[in-house]
């Protein structure tokens, strides 16, 4: 039982190049999200997704596309990265009223 | 819109005392609120959730306390250990399940 994974850890990117943040998790959750964490600023929540097949923006979608390919994986995708988006991106899903967090992928754009 | 702070950001203190770690919140109508633990690098990991309902919940030696008429809640760490030190988080859950974050408070616990 792995949890939740996310790959990759860490990617440097250069302005206007494309990615795609990968999350699965083994929980048999229906809900997941993605978040970014700024220094000094919390975790804000991106993208959202209640069940299969549905997705909501978050706080901060702008830049941000999401797919929820099946019940185990949620991607985030940025189609062309700006150094506004160089953060700390966590997925999350949830159980009961309890999110459970994977480990984080650091991005850098340059 | 729900803003969530947490005072002091970083705070030290010596192996063994008891400490209190302060949320503060401006809407009251939440679902729950939950306290996280970040260690460096690492994701979060849910320490204690409190239901509207509840006043308080305890796991060991933490306790956290809530009240939504004052919008506060506290996070109590007995006999603190250097093993604590870590980022604390709370996070209140309002409509749709969506979590708002505090921006924490970074505990180092001196041996």
Redesign the interface.
């Known amino acids: 039982n792995a949890g ?1 994974t996310q790959t990759p850890k860490f990617q440097v990117l250069k302005t206007g190049q494309s990615m795609t943040l990968q999350c699965a998790q083994d929980m048999n959750h229906n ?1 997941m ?1 993605w978040y970014r964490q700024d220094p ?6 991106i993208y ?1 997704s ?1 069940s299969e097949g549905t997705t ?1 923006k ?1 706080e901060v979608p702008n830049g941000y596309n999401v797919s929820r390919l099946n019940k185990r994986e949620f991607s985030l995708r940025l189609e062309s990265a700006a150094p506004s988006q160089t953060s700390v991106y ?1 997925c ?1 899903s ?1 159980g009961g ?8 992928t650091r991005l850098l754009v340059l | 819109k729900q803003e969530v702070t947490q005072i002091p950001a970083a705070l030290s203190v010596p192996e063994g005392e008891n400490l209190v770690l302060n949320c503060s919140f401006t809407d009251s109508a939440i679902y729950n609120l939950q306290w996280f633990r970040q260690d460096p690098g690492k994701g979060l990991t849910s320490l204690l959730l409190i239901q509207s309902s509840q006043r308080e919940q305890t796991s060991g030696r933490l306790n956290a306390s809530l009240d939504k008429s004052s919008g506060r809640s506290t996070l109590y760490i007995a006999a603190s250990q250097p093993g604590d030190s870590a980022t604390y988080l709370c996070a209140l859950t309002r409509s749709a399940r969506q979590l708002t974050f505090g921006s924490g408070t970074q505990l180092t616990v001196l041996p």
């Open positions: 939740v809900s999200y000094g600023m919390g975790l804000r929540l959202y209640a909501d978050g966590f999350a949830r009223e309890t999110q459970y967090f994977g480990p984080g």
